[in-house]
T-cell receptor, first 113, second 116 residues
């Protein structure tokens, strides 16, 4: 099966609240992780990435946390907006070869006004 | 600078027909990746190509599926004798360098293949 998975398939939040989307991975050898946002009918869009030698990285309104001990990744979105409604995927890079991305199943985030 | 262009956006085929999906990478990108996405699923890697070379096809079914990225023109994902299980969204991504380990991997909007 996939080495990357997600805890919750759907998440509903109120506009202005913070959102936390979780991801579990099983391949301890993975050393690079990316969060993607996919809106309906569109391809995945890069949000933020993190390398395994880091445990936190911040972007604009987004923060990614990496816990290598329990092989857990999370994406935090501050002050969630309606435009944040989408499916969010975590992906990991497998070492060697073509460095192809392995995607998790995704979490659908719905932001309620 | 146009993004990754995929066509057609939607493709309908009857069982047994052939499907040809095209991907034009971003200008200056010589690395192309194809992914398949089933409804409510994540994207699954199929194949990685550079110009005129298949680098990694470990995610590609052994039969009926083939991919190419010629010296000139778009990358083509070809599915022969399609079956209903081939119905999915097929995404292409391109990169100026090897690997997707940075934000330089850009995805197209996908081709939705429906097999009747």
């Amino acid at each position: 099966g996939e080495s990357v998975g997600l805890h919750l398939p759907t998440l509903s939040v109120q506009e202005g609240d913070n959102s936390i989307i979780n991801c579990a991975y099983s391949n301890s050898a993975s050393d690079y992780f990316i969060w993607y946002k996919q809106e309906s009918g569109k391809g995945p869009q890069f949000i933020i990435d993190i390398r395994s030698n880091m445990d936190k990285r911040q972007g604009q309104r987004v923060t990614v946390l990496l816990n290598k001990t329990v092989k857990h990744l999370s994406l935090q979105i501050a002050a969630t907006q309606p435009g944040d409604s989408a499916v969010y995927f975590c992906a990991e890079i497998l070492l060697g070869g073509s460095e192809k991305l392995v995607f998790g199943k995704g979490t659908k985030l719905t932001v309620n006004p | 600078n146009a993004g990754v262009m995929q066509n057609p956006r939607h493709l309908v085929r009857r069982r047994g027909q052939e499907a040809r999906l095209r991907c034009s990478p971003m200008k200056g990108h010589s690395h192309v990746y194809w992914y398949r996405q089933l409804p409510e699923e994540g994207l699954k890697f199929m194949v990685y190509l550079q110009k005129e070379n298949i680098i990694d096809e470990s995610g590609m079914p052994k039969e009926r599926f083939s991919a190419e990225f010629p010296k000139e023109g778009p990358s083509i994902l070809r599915i022969q004798q399609v079956v209903r299980g081939d119905s999915a969204a097929y995404f292409c991504a391109s990169s100026p360098t090897a690997g997707g380990s940075n934000e330089k991997l850009f995805f197209g909007s996908g081709t939705q293949l429906s097999v009747l």
